[in-house]
């Protein structure tokens, strides 16, 4: 199973983006899926999260403007980015988790803030 995530670009800060990640196939047996990010020089730190059961959870850091979104029977998962600031310059991952299997990891798509 390949994931696929797309959606990083370039934007001003204040600004907005939608990332999303794919699934190849569909994956059962899911406990959660998510989003990470790593910007350069520093370490790959947990965005945001959403349980099977559609419950969701977020960084301090991300809280009140990002808002994950997903859908289990197609595997997808979508990242809303709102008020974007320079900090939020990283590379961003989604991931799968599945019960009892190493997490899947999509390849990174990059974003970056600034003016």
Do not use: H
Not at 49 to 77: E, H
Request: glycine share 14%; with cysteine; aromatic share 8%.
């Amino acid at each position: 199973v390949q994931l696929q995530a797309s959606g990083g670009g370039l934007v001003q800060p204040g600004g907005s983006l939608r990332l999303s990640c794919i699934a190849s196939r569909s994956i059962f047996n899911i406990v959660r899926m998510g989003w990470y990010r790593q910007a350069p020089g520093k370490q790959r730190e947990l965005v945001a999260t959403m349980s099977g059961g559609g419950s969701t959870s977020y960084a301090d850091s991300v809280k009140g403007r990002f808002t994950i979104s997903g859908d289990n029977t197609k595997t997808t998962v979508s990242l809303q980015m709102n008020s974007l600031q320079p900090e939020d310059t990283a590379v961003y991952y989604c991931n799968v988790v599945k019960a009892g299997l190493p997490p899947y990891w999509g390849q990174g798509t990059l974003v970056t803030v600034s003016s």
